[in-house]
T-cell receptor, first 113, second 114 residues
Framework: AQSVSQHNHHVILSEAASLELGCNYS??????LFWYVQYPGQHLQLLLK??????LVKGIKGFEAEFIKSKFSFNLRKPSVQWSDTAEYFC???????????FGAGTTVTVRA | NAGVTQTPKFQVLKTGQSMTLQCAQD?????MSWYRQDPGMGLRLIHY???????DQGEVPNGYNVSRSTTEDFPLRLLSAAPSQTSVYFC?????????????FGPGTRLTVL
């Protein structure tokens, strides 16, 4: 199974600040990459996904992520966060022939008004 | 469509008790899976299934059983609950026809074992 590393355990920001969450994976072949968000008390929802093409992927709620193959990274960004972005964010990876998702440990993002 | 549903939402068990967590999906997805979520550890795969009658172990299968008698349902059984099984459990499903579809998650079951 692939391993996924998320660099930050907890990030605290003020509203309007920019956000970048790091994600690195261990698999050297073709990968499919995902970012999921879990708002307090809710289930996981997909923010964005990458499987081929443009390495800069745009998702919902103003989030984007950039796939850098040479760095085995898929970092999540948002230029200006809002209080409602307070949530836990998970990076996940799978390979084309394997339906199982491997998740990172998650990053808790707290946005202060 | 209800998507992925899970029951119960909360459960408290005593050590040694058994129970079944229910999961159902109405999207005709072939692939279903169970994860447990623990602080600082992300989501870890317990068991998964690629169709009725087919199940396989994930990363942390010990202490759990699954079966898949229909496409819609994928129950998770705890045979003899232990405090180490205190966790939040998520069921997920996805179709197999398009290889890059997202997995859809249920609302979760928060289980406490005393």
């Amino acid at each position: 199974a692939q391993s996924v590393s998320q660099h930050n355990h907890h990030v605290i920001l003020s509203e309007a600040a920019s956000l970048e969450l790091g994600c690195n994976y261990s698999y050297g072949g073709t990968v499919n990459l995902f970012w999921y968000v879990q708002y307090p008390g809710q289930h996981l929802q997909l923010l964005l996904k990458y499987f081929s093409g443009d390495p800069l992927v745009k998702g919902i709620k103003g989030f984007e992520a950039e796939f850098i193959k040479s760095k085995f990274s898929f970092n999540l960004r948002k230029p200006s966060v809002q209080w409602s972005d307070t949530a836990e964010y998970f990076c996940a990876v799978t390979t084309p022939n394997d339906y199982k998702l491997s998740f990172g440990a998650g990053t808790t993002v707290t946005v202060r008004a | 469509n209800a998507g992925v549903t899970q029951t119960p939402k909360f459960q408290v068990l005593k050590t040694g008790q058994s129970m079944t967590l229910q999961c159902a999906q109405d999207m005709n997805h072939e692939y279903m899976s169970w994860y447990r979520q623990d602080p600082g550890m992300g989501l870890r795969l317990i068991h998964y299934s690629v169709g009725a009658g087919i199940t396989d172990q994930g990363e942390v299968p010990n202490g759990y059983n699954v079966s898949r008698s229909t496409t819609e349902d994928f129950p998770l059984r705890l045979l003899s609950a232990a405090p180490s099984q205190t966790s939040v459990y998520f069921c997920a499903s996805r179709g197999l026809a398009e290889p890059y579809n997202e997995q859809f998650f249920g609302p979760g079951t928060r289980l406490t074992v005393l």
